[in-house]
């Protein structure tokens, strides 16, 4: 079973920067798409970025101020936040997702990110 350990969220005001991370421990391949989604409160549960073997999107939201990297050797997932805004305000989660004939789906607990203004 694969568990997903976010950490690198917290307090900051507009315009600062912040750095998540996501650490997968069990069996987690290569080929796998790793990505982070939000939930702010009172809003669905939204993609924000994704990364594969093919490289890398984002939502419209956060182009040109976020990027995502991940470090396949630490089964780990990152997520850089620069010149973060108050509607960035949000539950971020990781998920990491693949598999063939059996899609593995996991879900990470989830941590807060809050942007003062």
């Known amino acids: 079973q694969v568990q997903l350990v976010e950490s690198g969220g917290g307090l900051v005001q507009a315009g600062g920067s912040l750095r998540l991370a996501c650490a997968a421990s069990?069996?987690?391949?290569?080929?796998?798409?790793m990505g982070w989604h939000r939930q702010a409160p009172g809003k669905q549960r939204e993609p924000v970025a994704r990364?594969?073997?093919?490289?890398?999107s984002y939502a419209d939201s956060v182009k040109g101020r976020f990027t995502i990297s991940r470090d396949n050797a630490k089964n780990t997932v990152y997520l850089q936040m620069n010149n973060l805004k108050p509607e960035d305000t949000a539950v971020y989660y990781c998920?990491?997702?693949?598999?063939?004939?059996?899609?593995?789906?996991?879900w990470g607990q989830g941590t807060q990110v809050t942007v003062s203004s």
């Open positions: 998920n990491v997702r693949g598999g063939w004939p059996t899609v593995d789906d996991y």
């Open positions: 069990g069996r987690i391949f290569s080929s796998y798409v």
């Open positions: 990364i594969t073997n093919f490289g890398t």
